[in-house]
C-alpha cells in the first residue's frame, strides 16, 4: 500500500471514496457533487489531498486546508478530513495517511497542523495523540452558521 499526492486524474475514483466519506457523516449520497467539490479545490489549488492507495485502488484519503496566522506571521494546515474505507481500517492506513500530511506540513514550513473531531471518537483521539497531536484545553471552538 502507498500513499501519494491525489492528482486530477484521481479524481474520478477518489470522489466516489469522498461520497461514502459524507455519508458516513450523515450526507445523502451524490457523487456528482462530491466530484464537483474535489475538482473545484483541484483547479483552485485551496487544499492539499493524499490518497492510500492498494492496486491501485484508492483505500483512504487525507484533505489539508491551509491556514494563517496573524501572530506567528505564518501558515498552518488544517486536517479538515481524512477517511479509510472501512475494509482497509485497522491496518495502519490513516496512521500512514497523516504521517505523510505531517511531513509535508514540516516540508513546507507550517506552524502546525489543526484538527477536529467528534468528542466520543475515542478511537481516532488515540491516534491523533500517538502522532504527537495535543488537545486544546484553553480555546473552545464556536460557530456561526450562514446555511
Given at each position: 500500500m502507498i500513499v501519494k499526492r491525489a492528482t486530477v486524474e484521481d479524481l474520478h475514483q477518489l470522489s466516489v471514496?469522498?461520497?461514502?466519506?459524507?455519508?458516513?457523516?450523515?450526507?445523502?449520497?451524490?457523487i456528482d457533487l462530491s466530484y464537483k467539490f474535489l475538482k473545484q479545490r483541484f483547479e483552485n489549488q485551496e487544499s492539499v489531498i493524499f490518497i492510500h492507495a492498494k492496486d491501485e485502488v484508492i483505500t483512504g484519503?487525507?484533505?489539508?486546508?491551509?491556514?494563517f496566522s496573524s501572530i506567528s506571521c505564518s501558515s498552518y494546515y488544517i486536517l479538515d478530513d481524512v477517511y479509510v474505507t472501512p475494509v482497509y481500517r485497522r491496518?495502519?492506513?490513516a496512521k500512514q495517511l497523516?504521517?505523510?500530511a505531517i511531513l509535508f506540513a514540516r516540508h513546507d514550513n507550517a506552524l502546525r497542523i489543526s484538527l477536529e473531531t467528534?468528542?466520543?471518537?475515542?478511537?481516532?483521539?488515540?491516534l491523533y495523540e500517538q502522532l504527537g497531536f495535543v488537545?486544546?484545553?484553553?480555546?473552545?471552538?464556536?460557530?456561526?452558521?450562514l446555511k
Open positions: 471514496l469522498f461520497d461514502e466519506y459524507r455519508q458516513f457523516y450523515g450526507a445523502s449520497s451524490n484519503f487525507v484533505v489539508l486546508y491551509q491556514g491496518q495502519g492506513s497523516i504521517d505523510t467528534q468528542k466520543n471518537n475515542y478511537q481516532s483521539h488515540r488537545k486544546d484545553e484553553e480555546f473552545q471552538t464556536w460557530h456561526c452558521f
